[in-house]
């Protein structure tokens, strides 16, 4: 099992940045897919970036030039850096990781393991 739980959600205004975090618990950090998606109102949860289990990195490409994602594993955190946020990056923003080693970390049906979420609001 892993217990993730993500903070640093807010309001913001367009422009503006924010940096979400996600500290993972339950398991050996780095030894599974772990990264952030979206889920905006009505539409359907998206990848945002994440970490495969050999640590390649990736992001979709509309947030790829202002979106970073990292990691500190002596905290067993990774983290979203958000520049640049526009009212279309609203949503509610979750860290998701993989029980296999081999799943697929872009697509949230190959995701466990959820945490709750943190919303984020983008006002123009």
């Known amino acids: 099992q892993v217990q993730l739980v993500e903070s640093g959600g807010g309001l913001v205004q367009a422009g503006d940045s924010l940096r979400l975090s996600c500290a993972a618990s339950?398991?050996?950090?780095?030894?599974?897919?772990i990264g952030w998606f979206r889920q905006a109102p009505g539409k359907e949860r998206e990848f945002v970036a994440g970490?495969?289990?050999?640590?390649?990195?990736d992001s979709s490409n509309s947030v790829k030039d202002r979106f970073t994602i990292s990691r500190d594993n002596t905290k067993n955190t990774i983290y979203l850096q958000m520049h640049s946020l526009k009212p279309e990056d609203t949503a509610v923003y979750y860290c998701a990781a993989g029980r296999f080693f081999g799943s697929n970390w872009r697509s949230s049906g190959d995701m466990d393991y959820w945490g709750k979420g943190t919303l984020v609001t983008v006002s123009s």
């Open positions: 339950g398991r050996a950090f780095g030894l599974y897919p």
């Open positions: 970490y495969s289990s050999r640590g390649r990195t």
